[in-house]
């Protein structure tokens, strides 16, 4: 697994909505425009904070992404593009998928530092 960016979100609360999902390992390069064309699009979006995304060599990836109100992820949900390429990953690209939504009342930040 390869290091990710970690989103800079702001003071809570906020939501996140954390999709876990099971890829099938079919049509990698579609699977692989489909998520970067996914993942530019969420950033047009009213009320998109980040996300951060990982997914390990068994296939089985989690991706978060952060939004300032429920209505914001609805929205997203409802997006035509999005929902296109939803059914796409249902029929083509995954064997399961749990999409969890939580409210964040408290985050916390720490980093090493990097010079002395």
Known sequence: M???ALADT????YYAV???SQRNG???????EAAEAMSALATQQPGYLGAES??????I???VSYWR??????????????????????????TRYITRVAKVERAYDWFAKTSP
Do not use: C, M, Q
């Not at 079919?26 to 692989?32: I, K, L, P, Q, S």
């Not at 109100?69 to 995954?94: C, P």
């Open 2 to 4: 390869s290091d990710i």
């Open 10 to 13: 702001p003071e809570p609360p």
């Open 18 to 20: 954390i999709f876990t």
């Open 26 to 32: 079919d049509d990698a390069d579609g699977y692989a």
């Open 54 to 59: 990982v997914r390990g060599e068994d296939g």
């Open 61 to 63: 990836g989690i991706t």
């Open 69 to 94: 109100s429920e209505d914001d992820i609805l929205s997203w949900k409802r997006h035509a593009e999005h929902a296109a390429i939803r059914n796409r990953g249902r029929r083509d690209w995954y």
